[in-house]
Structures are given as structure tokens and as C-alpha cells.
């Protein structure tokens, strides 16, 4: 089994920051993109920002210049570095990643979620 578990969401006020991680565990035999979704209320879940292995990223325009993605392949781990945060931010943060499992081979995997909610 693979899992991904997202940790670091929370209350903000506007302007302020947090930091999201997901770390990927179980039969793990590689990990190619890893990357934030995130959906907020009313909405459909939008790509936040990706990176490759290799460790280039991609961004969508509403966070470029803010947010930050990072990953450590060490500790199969990635992370979302969110500074000068907005209202419209608020949402459930999914983390995802196309891993290739020792057992089923490449699969899409997706976080449990985690509330970033910022207040105006």
C-alpha cells in the first residue's frame, strides 16, 4: 500500500503564511511528479503547483510569486511553502503524486487533505 499524509494547515490571517507537507510511505519503488491541489468552497479542485523529480516546478498563476514547492526524494516528501497569504487561498489542500508501487505498479495518489483557512 501507498499512502500520502499532508500536515501543516491551519488559520492564518491575510498576509501571513503557513507550510504544507506530504509525506509518501508504504511499497514504494519510485516517485515521479509530486504536486498541491486544492479546492475551496464552491469550487472544483484546481492544480496549486507541481514538481518534477528532478525538482522543476510548476505553478498556477494565482500563486505564482507567493508559494513555494519543494520536495526532499530522500525522505519521499514535498512541500508548500505559502507566504502572503489571501482569502481566496482558503480551501482543502490535497497532496499528489504519480508513485510506482513495488506491488501495483504506477499508480495517481491522493492525500487525505488538509484545511488552509485565511481570514480577511
Known amino acids: 500500500q501507498v499512502q500520502l499524509v499532508e500536515s501543516g494547515g491551519g488559520l492564518v490571517q491575510a498576509g501571513g503564511s503557513l507550510r504544507l507537507s506530504c509525506a509518501a510511505s508504504?511499497?514504494?519503488?519510485?516517485?515521479?511528479?509530486m504536486g498541491w491541489y486544492r479546492q475551496g468552497p464552491g469550487k472544483q479542485r484546481e492544480l496549486v503547483a507541481a514538481?518534477?523529480?528532478?525538482?522543476?516546478?510548476n505553478y498556477a498563476d494565482s500563486v505564482k510569486g507567493r508559494f513555494t514547492i519543494s520536495r526532499d526524494n530522500a525522505k519521499n516528501t514535498v512541500y508548500l511553502q505559502m507566504n502572503s497569504l489571501k482569502p481566496e487561498d482558503t480551501g482543502v489542500y490535497y497532496c499528489?503524486?504519480?508513485?510506482?508501487?513495488?506491488?501495483?505498479?504506477?499508480?495517481?495518489?491522493w492525500g487525505q487533505g488538509t484545511q488552509v483557512t485565511v481570514s480577511s
Open positions: 514538481i518534477t523529480i528532478g525538482g522543476n516546478p
Open positions: 499528489n503524486s504519480r508513485i510506482n508501487s513495488r506491488i501495483t505498479g504506477w499508480g495517481n495518489y
Open positions: 508504504g511499497t514504494i519503488f519510485s516517485i515521479d511528479v
